[in-house]
């Protein structure tokens, strides 16, 4: 098989965000190569000449942490012309929206190590990522108020009070727990599911799930969901 070429100034970068012990994560990897080698840095990589925009950060996740098949949504295109040192380089950057508990990450061959960490704790980063980072979080804390990607953090089923906890450490906002059960059941994008929760120390809560076809049928009205 002949060898793929790489377009040496143009790249992707994504932002890998997941929920796990009541905190918003993100995933970084620390650098194996030059430049800021041992940095940390946001996964990404350079795109092939006969590969698809779109296909080029599905490959380079799954290479550098074996992600795959995960929801993904572009942020933008980045292109200051001293963000990479060794040459111009332009990147366009996706977020990814995860469960934590459903993937077993491993470590590719173009990094050292993985790391979830907080938003809130993100360290300074190799070239712009941190810019990059910004970016991204933005936009999710933007689209969670009128979408509902955030049900790609939470499992199919969960409870009001989880769904809570997840808007809340994507916001960084409080809510009022009665206000925002009232307009979550009165949307009706979510719907009691029949089951309750299991194995806990407490009055086991009910489960919902999200329902599509009710969004979907607030679009056709030209309505939409909003926190």
């Not at 925009?53 to 572009?74: S, V």
């Not at 995860?98 to 061959?109: I, L, Q």
């Not at 969960?158 to 925002?180: G, I």
């Amino acid at each position: 098989m002949a060898e793929r070429i790489e377009i040496d100034n143009f790249s992707i970068d994504c932002v890998i965000f997941g929920f796990d012990e009541g905190k918003l994560k993100a995933l970084f990897i620390k650098r194996n190569t030059e430049p800021d080698f041992g940095r940390m840095a946001l996964p990404g990589g350079f795109v092939y000449l006969d590969e698809d925009l779109e296909a080029a950060p599905m490959r380079r996740l799954y290479d550098l942490t074996g992600l795959k098949n995960i929801f993904l949504k572009q942020v933008g295109t980045f292109g200051k012309t001293d963000r990479y040192p060794l040459r111009r380089v332009i990147t366009v950057v996706y977020y990814a929206l995860v469960r934590v508990a459903d993937y077993s990450m491993r470590v590719g061959d173009d990094a050292l190590e993985l790391h979830w960490i907080p938003v809130n704790e993100v360290p300074q980063m190799a070239f712009d990522h941190n810019e990059l980072f910004e970016a991204a979080l933005t936009n999710l804390q933007e689209q969670v108020h009128t979408t509902p990607i955030i049900f790609n953090l939470l499992p199919k089923y969960f409870s009001l009070s989880e769904l809570q906890e997840v808007y809340e450490a994507v916001t960084m906002q409080k809510f009022d727990k009665r206000n925002f059960r009232k307009k979550i059941l009165k949307s009706t994008i979510v719907k009691d599911s029949g089951k309750v929760q299991s194995n806990v120390d407490h009055r086991a809560a009910k489960l919902y799930k999200f329902d599509i076809a009710a969004y979907n049928k607030l679009l056709r009205k030209g309505l939409f969901f909003s926190v």
